[in-house]
């Protein structure tokens, strides 16, 4: 007689393979204790995505699928497995003997960090239906799962209909690289009854069902655009009287082989807990990383889900690379600048591998396309590059890497990227200064028709970089490199200050040019202004236009015209000098809405300088009349660098304002509801401002130093940071403000670092070290406190 025991064991071990082999648990209960954020009802007909680094799936809130995008017009939603598209789409009919209900009205829709949930309250059926999914990471597919609960006391029967909507087409430029699209054919898998589709001339794949076995099986035509296949998958289902049924399915794909595509169905259907959980358990890591904790609860929560959106953003092309793209439906491919100004957020956020992964791969594909150290600006991801690099992208790549080395210490990170820098800065001067005026020329951040001569930021950020090149050279043992580059930083500091300035303006110029050029500009603009009816604009204009013919000049002059908010980039990178610097951030303060900053100042509108108003955009795509986070996390950076924190902070609150305006948990990049619905640079409006002038980290991690120089708005009382992350250390700032009482308290991981903690020198009162000891020092107005102490608490209190 066999051991009861073992009897009892083989049953447990039966029981969990068959739940292993559907995996039907409930994933409501799985995530139940995670954040969420309830969407909007005004804005179910707008984007969301469940975004994953190899899939992702941009759909309507009320669950449909309507054609979105511009980039490959219609296309740009459904779900990608870069560089191909698998689908339009999907849709669930529900038939009954005498109705038809698509489900294609939400009712509501709930964002996680990591998926996201349709509600389709069905009433007059006595029915409630959950649509939950989410991207198991490094998957090329999809989980989506129908929970079925009947609010009836008597047993329903219909039939449930799943379509699938295959177009298995390349990816934006994929003809340049002979991606071909041809018409899908499809197979019914009995074994696994599934649909497969087939591009007819590639390898391209893919395959979705779930492990019921359907009642009737078709295909035809599909209803979207293109030359795809609807796969029709149909249930006959039966709820007892409120009961709850379980429906997983599983959408998969490869660019490559039929082999992978089954291979990577297989392993969601039968493991997806497994994977949610993992999912799970990594974005609870992401949360802890760099946590903030201050008064304000909305900003707060906008800078956590940010950490969220920066993982979206991940796509993993194994073939070319693995980075971060610049945005959601219409820029899910790599960028140069989109990444230079993100990767600094990114990493201290530490999210650093990611950060290492992109600048390699824009680095390895700029040196196959440009061999000179010129940076790239877009390619697809399919390796096709698009542009090979505005003149701004190739010296911010050089500070880039500066500023990530200020983070990690590693000299063989400098040693292996310095060549490009050094290369690219050859390319900057030598190709791109036709007067040797120090001031390259061509398009930097406004790509505005002709604003391509010698424009402020493109000087501003290269002033940088030879700031910046000089440092490194200087790490390499590059003495006379660095002074070189030094002596050119100085001199490029000193003309910005004098060259770019126009006292009239009281701002920095948009661009220095000829008459000429600027004539052709100021007509453009004024077509512009009067096309938005901007009479303000166009006055000015006019008067500018006037001013030019009445003293006409040979020489090449500075231009205030758009007043981009590029003539902030000189407060940006702290070398305007301080006089020009208040009145150029008082000027900026004209050319704001409740959102942010106007992009081109001219477009502003009645709703500038106010706290209420909107922003509409064309239904043609276009920037025109935008206000932007990038412009305006550069101003929140710049009124930092001249300590004004509360101004900086009122910009943040401003982008703030848009988190979760139209997508929860995210912010547009058109403020409030316009363009990519997730945006990488986010994160650099946000992480910079907050983790290295709030709370004033400053690492210089080759040195096993990081100073904290607390920088704090008036109205945060209190405030943390916890668990940032430099190099191998962990460090954690926390503030409180008390009466006149001020306690400043860091902590670290290494026992080996130097804390430099830098506090305010104070007419009257006294500091006291309450935990840890310190070297203390004098320099100027500030007090400094040097320690190697895993905790160190100061309290300062003011007379």
Known sequence: MKNPASIILLIFLLIISCNSATDNNDFSEIIKDSPFINGKSDYLNSPYVTAGDRVYMVGHQNGSFPDLGWHVKGEMGGIWDHPIKLMDGFEV????????????????????????????????????????????????????????????????????????????RPVWLGERTGMIDSEDNAEFLKNSNTWLIKDNKNPWYVIFGTHMLPSE???????????????????????????????????????????????????????????????????????EQSKLTIPDKELQNAFEWLKYNCD???????????????????????????????????????????????????????????????????MSTNGAVFNKGNINETPQFASLIWQIYLWNGDLQFLEKYFPTIQKGLNWLMSENDSNKNLFPDGFGMMEIHGLDSEMIDVAVYTQRAFA?????????????????????????????????????????????????????????????????????????????????????????????????????????????????????????????????????????????????????????????????????????????????????????????RTFSYALPGSIYEVSPDYGMITQAWNIYSFAIPVIHQFFGIQPSASEKKIQIMVQMPEEW?????????????????????????????????????TLEIVLPKIESGNYEIVKGSAEIATIENQIFYFSKDPIIEIKTTSE
């Open 717 to 753: 009382d209190s405030a943390s940071l916890e668990n940032v992350i430099v190099a191998e250390n962990k460090i954690s700032v926390f503030f409180e403000k008390k009466d006149k009482v001020t306690t400043v308290r860091v902590t670290q991981s290494q026992n080996d670092w």
């Open 93 to 168: 009919t529900l038939n009954w003997q005498d109705q038809s209900l698509k489900l294609d009205s939400a009712t509501s829709f709930v964002n996680y960090p990591y998926a996201n949930k349709h509600t389709y309250n069905l009433s007059e059926n006595n029915m409630q239906i959950e649509r939950f999914q989410f991207v198991p990471d490094g998957k090329e597919g999809i989980l989506i799962q129908y929970k079925l609960k009947s609010r009836s006391d008597k047993v329903q029967n219909f039939d449930f209909v799943f379509s699938g909507f295959s177009d298995l």
């Open 312 to 378: 979206w953003l991940i796509r993993d092309v194994p073939e070319i690379g693995r980075g971060i793209t610049a945005g959601i439906p219409d820029y899910p491919w790599w960028f140069g600048v989109d990444s230079e100004y993100a990767l600094q957020g990114y990493m201290a956020i530490g999210q650093t591998d990611i950060v290492y992964k992109t600048i390699h791969l824009l680095d390895s594909v700029s040196e196959a396309v440009n061999g000179n150290g010129r940076i790239l600006h877009e």
């Open 217 to 287: 099986y078709s295909f035809e035509k599909s209803i979207h655009h293109g030359l795809g296949i609807s796969g029709n998958l149909t249930y006959k289902i039966s709820l007892q009287p409120n009961e709850i049924k379980i429906l997983n399915f599983t959408i998969a794909g490869s660019y490559q082989s039929k082999e992978q595509a089954l291979a990577t169905y297989d392993s969601i259907q039968n493991k997806s807990t497994d994977y949610l959980i993992s999912k799970k358990q990594r974005y609870s890591q992401l949360a």
């Open 468 to 656: 910046d090149a000089s440092k490194m050279a200087k790490e390499l043992r590059e003495d006379s490199l660095a002074s070189n580059y030094g002596k050119i930083a100085g001199t490029l500091k000193d003309k910005i200050n004098k060259e770019f300035w126009a006292e009239d303006f009281n701002s920095y110029a948009d661009f220095i040019g000829t008459d000429k050029q600027a004539l052709h500009l100021i007509d453009d603009a004024i077509i512009r202004a009067d096309t938005l009816n901007k009479p303000w604009a166009i006055e000015e204009l006019e008067e500018t236009k006037k001013s030019i013919l009445d003293n006409p000049s040979r020489e090449l002059k500075p231009f205030v015209l758009h007043h981009n908010w590029v003539v902030n980039t000189p407060m940006e990178m702290k070398i305007a000098e301080n006089n020009k610097a208040i009145k150029a951030l008082q000027t900026s303060e004209k050319f704001v809405n409740p959102f942010g900053v106007f992009v081109t100042g001219i477009d502003r509108d009645a709703s500038a300088g106010s706290d209420d108003g909107s922003f509409k955009g064309s239904k043609i795509f276009s920037y025109t009349g935008a206000v932007m986070t990038l412009p305006t996390g550069v101003l929140a950076i710049a009124e930092n660098n001249y300590g004004r924190p509360d101004n900086a902070l009122n910009y943040l609150k401003r982008m703030t």
